[in-house]
C-alpha cells in the first residue's frame, strides 16, 4: 500500500536556527513530491514541488527540499527559521496514475521561540 | 493568479438539516476538484475527486449519499452535507487543479468550517 510518513509530530525550534522536517513515502514508482505550509487561519500554501530533474529543489520563503530516491526520502530544510514560519507543514505524495490526488503525511506542527 | 474560494467560511447547523459548501475557482478553469476534510490537529483526508460534468469519485468510506458532489461548471463544485450530525462536524477543504497545463499544481480553498449542533 501507498504511504507517506512523517515521522516528527512537533518539532521547537529557536528563531534563527536551521530546520529539517523528515518525509518518507513508500510507492511503487517515484511519485510527484509536494510539500505543503499550513498557517492557522488560512488556507494551505505550496512551498515546493519535485517532479523530476535535479534533486534539490528550492521553494519559497527560503525553503529548501532534497529527493533521495535510495532512502525514498524528500526532506524539507531552512537555513534560518523566522518566527513566521511557526505552522503545520504537510508532505504530500502524489502518484502520476491517479488524477492527481495527493496524500498527505500526518504533519509536523513547528513552534518557533524567541 | 489561480485562487480559490469557499463559501461560506464558517457554518453552524442544526442536526439534520443539510448544508451547501461552495468551492469557486476564480482565475482559471479547473477541470479537477477535490474535496478534503480536516479534524482538528488531524491531517487531510480525500474525500472525493470530482471532474467538471461528471459523477464525482469518492474514497473508500465516504457515504456518497450524504457528502453529494456535484461539479456543473468549470468553476464551480458544490459539497453538500446532506441530514448533518455532530460527527459531521469538520474543516472542509477544496482544491482545484488548471484544465491547462502538466504541473499538477492543486490550489487550496481557505476551507469551511462546519459546526452540527
Known amino acids: 500500500a501507498q504511504s507517506v510518513t512523517q515521522p516528527d509530530i512537533h518539532i521547537t525550534v529557536s528563531e534563527g536556527a536551521s530546520l529539517e522536517l523528515r518525509c518518507n513515502y513508500s510507492?511503487?514508482?517515484?511519485?510527484?513530491l509536494f510539500w505543503y505550509v499550513q498557517s492557522p487561519g488560512q488556507g494551505l500554501q505550496l512551498l515546493l514541488k519535485?517532479?523530476?530533474?535535479?534533486?534539490l529543489v528550492q521553494g519559497i520563503k527560503g525553503f529548501e527540499a532534497e529527493f533521495k530516491r535510495s532512502q525514498s526520502s524528500f526532506n524539507l530544510r531552512k537555513p534560518s527559521v523566522h518566527w513566521s514560519d511557526a505552522a503545520e507543514y504537510f508532505c504530500?505524495?502524489?502518484?502520476?496514475?491517479?488524477?492527481?490526488?495527493?496524500?498527505f503525511g500526518a504533519g509536523t506542527q513547528v513552534v518557533v521561540t524567541p | 493568479g489561480a485562487v480559490v474560494s469557499q463559501h461560506p467560511s464558517r457554518v453552524i447547523c442544526k442536526s439534520g438539516t443539510s448544508v451547501k459548501i461552495e468551492c469557486r475557482s476564480l482565475?482559471?478553469?479547473?477541470?479537477?476538484m477535490f474535496w478534503y476534510r480536516q479534524f482538528p490537529k488531524q491531517s487531510l483526508m480525500l474525500m472525493a475527486t470530482?471532474?467538471?460534468?461528471?459523477?464525482?469519485?469518492?474514497e473508500q468510506g465516504v457515504e456518497k449519499d450524504k457528502f453529494l458532489i456535484n461539479h456543473a461548471s468549470l468553476t464551480l463544485s458544490t459539497l453538500t452535507v446532506t441530514s448533518a450530525h455532530p460527527e459531521d462536524s469538520s474543516f472542509y477543504i477544496c482544491?482545484?487543479?488548471?484544465?491547462?497545463?502538466?504541473?499538477?499544481?492543486?490550489?487550496f480553498g481557505p476551507g469551511t468550517r462546519l459546526t452540527v449542533t
Open positions: 482544491s482545484a487543479r488548471q484544465t491547462s497545463g502538466e504541473d499538477y499544481e492543486q490550489y
Open positions: 510507492y511503487g514508482a517515484t511519485p510527484y
Open positions: 519535485y517532479f523530476s530533474g535535479d534533486t
Open positions: 504530500a505524495p502524489m502518484t502520476t496514475d491517479s488524477w492527481g490526488k495527493l496524500q
Open positions: 482565475d482559471f478553469q479547473a477541470t479537477t
Open positions: 470530482s471532474n467538471e460534468g461528471s459523477k464525482a469519485t469518492y
